[in-house]
């Protein structure tokens, strides 16, 4: 949240931003701070009129459309809205068959929804209110009237408007809605806090590398701190605390929604999902249109809530009713749809990094210094990507040299002899590393690597069982760096890898012509390159991703031109037959 928002006029703003981007589902209220229906309201069927403070959207008011609620009364930030703005919200979505109130159980929310209802009961209004209890850190199985309403109103709104939906009288509305609520739990953790409109300091902070467990929506205290989890091992956490609070004997068709409160990714919650649903089967519980995505946040915080709701026949079919609301849309689900727990993540095969090569002879060697010099450097290699690119230069690299490496031993390299491999098969083991490196990568900088590497290997290889010299090295080089700057459109100075790439390159056949060996050439062909990668510094990028932000990048050296250098200095080490890449990466020094 930004520090800049106008906390007075927050709420009308993004109300008024809401009802003019969605118009064709939602209106505002005449006179109120609610949302309305556009359809609302219909006479002869019950209103589910819904609310709460905001600062949780998609709740309420990203709730609101056909098929779901009438209307929502929209509070000021974490704070209930009043009596009054209660009373005429409801006013307008009357359609003359009663109203069904239903919100989180929170004091002010209880006591104006409640001062509404007796002045409408008054003039003759008929309600009935369903408060939401899901929240299991905020009460025992037995003292639910102490437990507060988070992500899990979700259900309960949903299945109250599709009975409202169906023509079910206001008594037959309130019974299913409470169903709803009673076979519904939630549990969730946050991993950091989130901040109030025109607030520099957050509500509250989670410590780095912790998370808490059963937190409000609103900040409330959780029940325990723990060291923070990945996603899917958070899933095992929510699964097993909100098992044990299942009404007992339960199995079968189970409600499942992934709630993000704000600042998790979807991605995130996709992992977390995919163990919940493994977690789910095993138990004995069949997930039913299970939704993943945002549903009741606070603000930006970080962290994740899973509600469970263990659907009879009455509460699944009328959870399948569709609806369609700014936040949330649901079509009747296919006929026949079964729901199989998912295939497990395919494990990333990538090899360990710093392991002593095994096989795939010099080049394989070579690349595995390239891969510990790169892994050593990774964050600050992506920190230079992200002062004008996207940060991902280092992760990138990574990758796609740990896909290299493992493809260079796979080659069938058996002609290892003390000067290192034949030409041809260190070409063989280049040309299957570039094709890997440019696959796993992705990328710019994965495509010119991957180029650069199968240019060397098809040069080498058409040398056949050579010894690899400087003469025979050096117009590999080269020709790798017209490909790659044929490939890339660009030209030297741009702030680019080939900054790096060419005087390594020249230096290398400077070499070549005065019969330097390959051991001590490619050292200082790697020493010019990494001169010629700092210097990129100054320069202003006309290339890449980082070109689109101009200047920004000066005084930052090109993170491509640096992976360069590191590389190549790297293999240096290997040429000389030091092996770097069979000692632990830590021990490759920083080079800042
Ligand atoms: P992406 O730009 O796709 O995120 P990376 O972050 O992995 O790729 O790599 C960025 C690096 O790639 C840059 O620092 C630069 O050295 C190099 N690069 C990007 N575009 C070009 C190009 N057209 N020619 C040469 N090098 C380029
Ligand atoms: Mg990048």
């Known amino acids: 949240m930004s520090a800049t928002t106008d906390a007075a006029t927050f709420k009308s703003s993004w109300v008024e931003g809401l009802v003019s981007s969605y118009s064709r589902l939602v209106a505002p209220v005449p006179d109120a701070h ?6 609302s309201p219909e006479q002869g069927r019950v ?5 709460g403070g905001c600062g949780h959207y998609p709740a309420f008011a990203g709730l609101v459309g056909p098929g779901l609620a009438d209307a929502a009364v929209i509070g000021d930030v974490f704070t209930s ?31 104006h929804f409640g001062l ?13 209110t369903i408060l939401v209890t899901d929240d299991v850190a905020s009460g025992s199985t037995r003292n639910t009237g102490a437990r507060r309403g988070v992500a899990g109103g979700f259900f309960v ?8 939906a169906r023509g079910y009288d206001l008594d037959g509305v309130a019974r299913v809605a409470a169903r709803a609520n009673a076979m519904t739990r939630t549990f969730g953790a946050a991993f950091d806090g989130c901040t109030l409109p025109g607030q520099r300091e957050p509500l509250f902070t989670v410590p780095e590398g912790t998370m808490e467990l059963g937190l409000g929506i609103h900040g409330e205290p959780g029940l325990r701190r723990v060291p923070a989890q990945d996603p899917a091992g958070l899933a095992d956490v929510l699964v097993d605390t909100l098992l044990p609070e299942l009404p007992t004997g339960t199995s079968g068709r189970t409600a499942v929604l992934l709630n993000g409160l704000g600042q998790t990714p979807y991605e995130d919650l996709f992992i977390c999902y995919g163990q919940v649903h493994r977690r789910l089967a ?37 959870y399948e009713e569709p609806c369609q609301t700014p936040a949330f849309t649901s079509t009747p689900p296919a006929s026949g749809t079964v729901h199989g727990p998912p295939p497990r993540a395919v494990a990333d095969t990538a090899p360990r990094t710093g392991e002593a090569p095994k096989s795939g002879g010099v080049a394989a060697a070579a690349l595995a210094a390239a891969l510990a010099a790169v892994e050593a450097h990774e964050r600050e290699l992506g920190r230079l990507d992200a002062v004008a690119g996207d940060g991902d230069h280092g992760r990138g690299m990574v990758r796609g040299l740990s896909a290299a490496v493992a493809a260079a031993r796979s080659a069938d390299t058996v002609s ?10 260190a070409g063989r083991a280049l040309l299957l590393a570039g094709t890997a490196l440019a696959d796993a990568a992705g990328g710019a900088s994965g495509a010119l690597y991957g180029l650069l590497l199968t240019e060397i290997g098809g040069v080498l290889l058409e040398a056949g069982p050579a010894p690899v010299t400087t003469e025979l090295l050096a117009p590999a080089v080269d020709a790798a760096f017209h490909a790659v700057r044929e490939l890339g459109g660009g030209a030297v100075g741009e702030k680019t890898m ?47 991703r980082a070109a689109r932000l101009g200047e920004r990048g000066q005084g930052h050296a090109d993170p491509g031109a640096t992976s360069l250098a590191l590389m190549v200095t790297a293999v240096a080490d290997v040429l000389n037959g030091h092996h770097p890449a069979t000692t632990d990466s830590s021990s490759v020094p920083e080079s800042r």
């Open 498 to 544: 080939l900054d790096a790439l060419a005087p390594f390159s020249e230096t290398l056949s400077e070499h070549a012509r005065d019969g330097t060996p390959l051991a001590d050439a490619w050292p200082l062909a790697a020493a010019a390159a990494t001169t010629a990668a700092r210097a990129t510094a100054d320069m202003p990028a006309k290339r890449g």
């Open 282 to 318: 095993q138990a004995g519980l069949t997930p039913h249109l299970p939704e993943v995505g945002e549903f009741v946040t606070s603000l930006d915080m970080a962290g994740l809530s899973l509600s469970l709701l263990v659907l009879d026949d009455e509460l699944a079919d009328l």
């Open 81 to 111: 809205p009043s009596a009054e703005q209660v009373y005429r919200t409801t006013r307008a979505v009357d359609g003359g068959a009663g109203v069904l109130f239903s919100f989180g159980n929170y004091t002010g929310d209880v006591m």
């Open 416 to 425: 290892i002899t003390d000067t290192g491999d034949t030409a041809d098969t």
């Open 34 to 39: 609610g949302v309305m229906s556009a359809r």
């Open 116 to 128: 509404a209802a007796r002045r409408l009961a008054a003039e003759g209004i008929d309600s009935r």
């Open 157 to 164: 709104f949903k299945i109250a408007a599709a009975a409202a």
């Open 47 to 51: 209103s589910v009129v819904i609310g």
